[in-house]
Nanobody, 125 residues
Framework: QVQLVESGGGLVQAGGSLRLSCAAS????????MAWFRQAPGKEREFVAG????????YYSDSVKGRFTISRDNAEKTMYLQMNSLKPEDTAVYYC??????????????????WGQGTQVTVSS
């Protein structure tokens, strides 16, 4: 089992940047495919970005490609999401998630076994 705690959210103006962190505790962090999802009010939780166990492969939703960068440090048991050129439509609660499954399922919400509690990101126009 793994416990996940997100941090780094906050209020930022459009065009600004934030860096989210997801700290893991418990069993070997490197065993998990990791991802970021987000959920805006009244909307379903959606995939944002995912990263393979080694960090060698990444995958992004079209809405954030070129603006967000996902990374991980297996020694520190931490995953990151660098968010640049933020837009008001990026406003949401951001969740990190861990999966024991294949990287081929990285964008599927149901592939994930563990979730953090979320961190709020608000982008003002």
């Amino acid at each position: 089992q793994v416990q996940l705690v997100e941090s780094g959210g906050g209020l930022v103006q459009a065009g600004g940047s934030l860096r989210l962190s997801c700290a893991a505790s418990g069993r070997a962090f490197s065993n998990y495919v990791m991802a970021w999802f987000r959920q805006a009010p009244g909307k379903e939780r959606e995939f944002v970005a995912g990263i393979s166990r080694s960090g060698g492969s990444t995958y992004y939703s079209d809405s954030v490609k070129g603006r967000f960068t996902i990374s991980r440090d297996n020694a520190e048991k931490t995953m990151y999401l660098q968010m640049n050129s933020l837009k008001p439509e990026d406003t949401a609660v951001y969740y990190c998630a861990a999966s024991l499954g294949s990287f081929s399922g990285v964008a599927r919400r149901r592939a994930y076994d563990y979730w953090g509690q979320g961190t709020q990101v608000t982008v003002s126009s």
